[in-house]
């Protein structure tokens, strides 16, 4: 069965961007695409966005339009996440997950990936 | 502030049953599908209910999900100290058109 494994940690400077890696290993994404979460020290859990991991669709939270772009590359099963303009608001563990919300759960999810912003 | 409302935390004694509440609205709760998730401090959330009160086959049957109008609940039944763990409800949100996480619920398993 598929397992998501995340590029590792990353530290970043304000005004920076980081691009976080999601590649399944054992079988590919499905159809029901890959959801980004992330989770800020404390906090509870936040929806990101979702991409089609084939047909490169996707759909990000009001919150992140113009500063989150979500890739795919097919021939890798790799999906990616780049956040831009980094605050240090924006340090939280980041997760990928396979599926949507309105689909079928969110199951399995990455390991995570902590990116650290500071000036 | 959650668009999803959850208890901050609920306790119970071991074997006894707990649940856990997930009120939303129209937009979301009301005309979509509920998912949960256990997440123990320090590692990735693991899906437990999809589709309101299915159970993903590792998943026991102590576990369960409702929903009824905007509100959502996860049960738990039998609590072991294994079940501590913060719990999250999701849905999807027509209004946002975006995917909504309640707070989330710390279970304490006195």
């Known amino acids: 069965q598929v397992q998501l494994v995340q590029s590792g940690d990353e530290v970043k400077m304000t005004g920076a961007s980081v691009k976080v890696s999601c590649k399944a290993s054992g079988d590919t994404f499905d159809t029901s695409g890959v959801t980004w979460v992330r989770q800020a020290p404390g906090h509870g859990l936040e929806w990101l966005g979702w991409i089609s991991a084939y047909s490169g669709n996707t759909n990000y939270a009001q919150k992140f339009q113009g500063r989150v772009t979500m890739t795919t590359d097919t021939s890798t099963n790799t999906v990616y996440m780049e956040l831009r303009s980094l605050t240090s608001d924006d340090t939280a563990v980041y997760y990928c997950a396979r599926g949507g919300v309105s689909a079928s759960g969110l199951d399995p999810w990455g390991q995570g990936s902590l990116v650290s912003v500071s000036s | 502030q959650s668009v999803l409302t959850q208890p901050p935390s609920v306790s119970a004694a071991p074997g006894q049953k707990v649940t856990i509440s997930c009120s939303g609205s129209s937009s979301n709760i009301g005309n979509n599908r509920v998912s949960w998730y256990q997440q123990v401090p320090g590692t990735a959330p693991k899906l437990l209910i999809y589709?309101?009160?299915k159970r993903p086959s590792r998943i026991p049957d102590r576990f369960s999900g409702s929903k009824s109008g905007t509100s959502a609940t996860l049960g738990i039944t039998g609590l072991q100290t294994g079940d501590e763990a913060d719990y999250y409800c999701?849905?999807?949100?027509?209004?946002?058109?975006?995917?909504?996480f309640g707070g989330g619920t710390k279970l304490t398993v006195l």
């Open positions: 999701v849905t999807w949100d027509a209004s946002l058109t975006a995917g909504v």
């Open positions: 589709e309101n009160n």
